[in-house]
């Protein structure tokens, strides 16, 4: 059983490549992703360089958005090519997923969670999401991980039941 905690984090401003697709166009994220760790140097004024963050929302019908960035400080100017996304506030569900786990078995296990908590996913006010179990999740990675191994922090917008 995986441990879970509720975690608030502030606000905070990220820079990176926007990536946005259907699941079947997914091989070409994870060349965004590997794009974004090669241009990381761009970023002079990353918080955390050894984090590299994925932000997805099911915005896409059959499909998300995906954000591959790093958290940076407001001197950062935004490079060429590149994207803003601020982050707000918000209350998180988090857990780790461990190398040598099961991707798929760790986020079945966010879903049952989730079912029998006190807490539901966030949906922001005026968007349309496509997956109603899960419409945003963000990903922290290690920047040396091995991605045949990967290992990484979850963090699921949430908001308690009404």
Request: with cysteine; proline share 7%.
């Given at each position: 059983?995986?441990?879970?905690?509720?975690?608030?984090?502030?606000?905070?401003?990220?820079?990176?490549?926007?990536?946005?697709?259907?699941?079947?166009?997914?091989?070409?994220?994870?060349?965004?992703?590997?794009?974004?760790?090669?241009?990381?140097?761009?970023?002079?004024?990353?918080?955390?360089?050894?984090?590299?963050?994925?932000?997805?929302?099911?915005?896409v019908?059959?499909?998300?958005?995906?954000?591959?960035?790093?958290?940076?400080s407001?001197?950062?100017?935004?490079?060429?090519?590149?994207?803003?996304?601020?982050?707000?506030?918000?209350?998180?569900?988090?857990?780790?997923?461990?190398?040598?786990?099961?991707?798929?078995?760790?986020?079945?296990?966010?879903?049952?969670w989730?079912?029998?908590?006190?807490?539901?996913v966030?949906k922001?006010?005026?968007?349309?999401?496509?997956?109603?179990h899960?419409?945003?999740?963000?990903?922290?990675?290690?920047?040396?991980?091995?991605?045949?191994d990967?290992?990484?922090?979850?963090?699921?917008?949430?908001v308690?039941k009404?």
């Amino acid at each position: 059983m995986k441990e879970w905690s509720i975690v608030t984090k502030p606000s905070y401003r990220s820079v990176g490549l926007k990536w946005e697709g259907t699941f079947q166009e997914i091989p070409s994220l994870k060349r965004v992703i590997e794009d974004m760790k090669g241009r990381a140097y761009e970023l002079e004024y990353k918080i955390n360089p050894s984090v590299q963050l994925g932000l997805s929302y099911h915005t896409v019908e059959d499909g998300f958005a995906h954000y591959s960035v790093f958290e940076v400080s407001d001197e950062q100017e935004v490079p060429v090519g590149m994207v803003e996304l601020q982050v707000p506030e918000w209350s998180y569900m988090y857990t780790a997923h461990h190398k040598g786990d099961d991707v798929v078995q760790t986020y079945n296990y966010l879903h049952n969670w989730l079912a029998e908590s006190d807490y539901e996913v966030l949906k922001e006010e005026g968007c349309t999401y496509y997956d109603p179990h899960m419409p945003i999740k963000h990903e922290y990675y290690p920047i040396d991980q091995d991605p045949n191994d990967p290992h990484f922090d979850i963090f699921i917008p949430v908001v308690k039941k009404s």
